[in-house]
């Protein structure tokens, strides 16, 4: 029996921590079928190699493919410069010849309605998408995304970093769960989950050091685990409310470009994710990437 889920995870991959958190729950989910990795935002090729290490590590052949660097809205990327720096040799990783937005144009084609987007960072890859192709939108089963902080006044790093694709895609007719900061906030990742990954293989101990990492640029000892709080909402549901739908609004220009507006309305495309069990999310954060570096021996590639 196949997995209930197909998924392809839409990352920035290898400057905040949690977008390779997220990879690793994507791969310790039984149900989860993951067909490939599109990465966005500056040097894609270099998270593209990164996403490919870190599935090798957990001894997954999983294929990777280069997406669009430059924001649409022009924004500058930034780019705190620590992203791969503990993964040598990352040139030697091998990276599909399709590009990301040709992929993702051609998975959901050839399995209309079948696959689930998971969009982890910029939505520029998405938006590009839309722009190139509109059976895109109606080929999408569902659009889950890790973007904005509704209610809060504050603009969030996804949708600021190119406020014009995700206005792009929130007036798209595509199906959409949004995760925002107001909830993911809600969830810490500390010492105790630390040492529990940091223990499963190769894998865990390279989630290790990275998320040691994380904490010294920030000078914490804790994180946010915003991208798979995001993938939980496909994979485990019933641990949040996912009822309120509407539309969501995106500002564009100046200082409050990237900030969202959700607007509650019955026949709206979206959906919010408006509460959150943080303790069992905690918990399944931690078993499941602990699960993606313990069974390497039974994925094990050349």
């Known amino acids: 029996?196949?997995?209930?889920?197909?998924?392809?995870?839409?990352?920035?991959?290898?400057?905040?921590?949690?977008?390779?958190?997220?990879?690793?729950?994507?791969?310790?989910?039984?149900?989860?079928?993951?067909?490939?990795?599109?990465?966005?935002?500056?040097?894609?090729?270099?998270?593209?190699?990164?996403?490919?290490?870190?599935?090798?590590?957990?001894?997954?052949?999983?294929?990777?493919?280069?997406?669009?660097?430059?924001?649409?809205?022009?924004?500058?990327?930034?780019?705190?410069?620590?992203?791969?720096?503990?993964?040598?040799?990352?040139?030697?990783?091998?990276?599909?010849?399709?590009?990301?937005?040709?992929?993702?144009?051609?998975?959901?084609?050839?399995?209309?309605?079948?696959?689930?987007?998971?969009?982890?960072?910029?939505?520029?890859?998405?938006?590009?998408?839309?722009?190139?192709?509109?059976?895109?939108?109606?080929?999408?089963?569902?659009?889950?995304?890790?973007?904005?902080?509704?209610?809060?006044?504050?603009v969030e790093h996804n949708f600021r970093s190119d406020d014009l694709s995700a206005s792009i895609v929130f007036k798209s007719s595509l199906n959409i769960t949004v995760t925002g900061l107001e909830i993911?906030?809600?969830?810490?990742?500390?010492?105790?989950?630390?040492?529990?990954?940091?223990?499963?293989?190769p894998l865990g101990a390279a989630l290790d050091a990275d998320i040691r990492q994380w904490w010294e640029f920030w000078n914490e000892e804790w994180n946010v685990p915003h991208d798979p709080i995001t993938v939980l909402t496909l994979l485990r549901p019933g641990l949040f409310d996912l009822s309120v739908q509407g539309t969501v609004s995106i500002a564009g220009g100046g200082e409050s470009a990237g900030l969202s507006t959700f607007m509650p309305d019955a026949s709206g495309k979206v959906r919010r994710v408006t509460t959150i069990d943080a303790n069992s999310v905690a918990a399944e954060i931690s078993s499941r990437i602990v699960s993606a570096g313990s069974t390497r021996q039974l994925h094990e590639i050349d």
């Not at 620590?82 to 599909?96: A, D, K, Y």
């Not at 969830?187 to 293989?201: C, K």
């Open 1 to 154: 029996m196949g997995a209930e889920h197909r998924i392809i995870l839409d990352t920035d991959i290898g400057s905040d921590v949690d977008d390779a958190l997220a990879l690793a729950l994507i791969l310790g989910s039984p149900e989860a079928e993951l067909l490939g990795v599109t990465t966005v935002y500056g040097d894609t090729l270099l998270r593209a190699r990164l996403a490919r290490r870190l599935g090798k590590l957990a001894g997954r052949d999983v294929p990777v493919y280069c997406g669009i660097g430059t924001p649409l809205s022009g924004r500058d990327v930034w780019w705190p410069g620590h992203e791969g720096s503990l993964h040598e040799g990352l040139e030697n990783e091998s990276i599909q010849d399709e590009d990301a937005v040709n992929y993702l144009l051609r998975q959901v084609a050839e399995h209309p309605g079948e696959v689930d987007i998971v969009a982890i960072g910029p939505l520029t890859n998405i938006a590009a998408a839309l722009k190139e192709d509109p059976a895109f939108e109606r080929n999408v089963r569902h659009l889950w995304i890790m973007g904005g902080a509704f209610g809060t006044g504050e």
């Open 184 to 201: 993911t906030r809600k969830v810490e990742m500390r010492r105790d989950q630390l040492e529990l990954i940091s223990a499963a293989g």
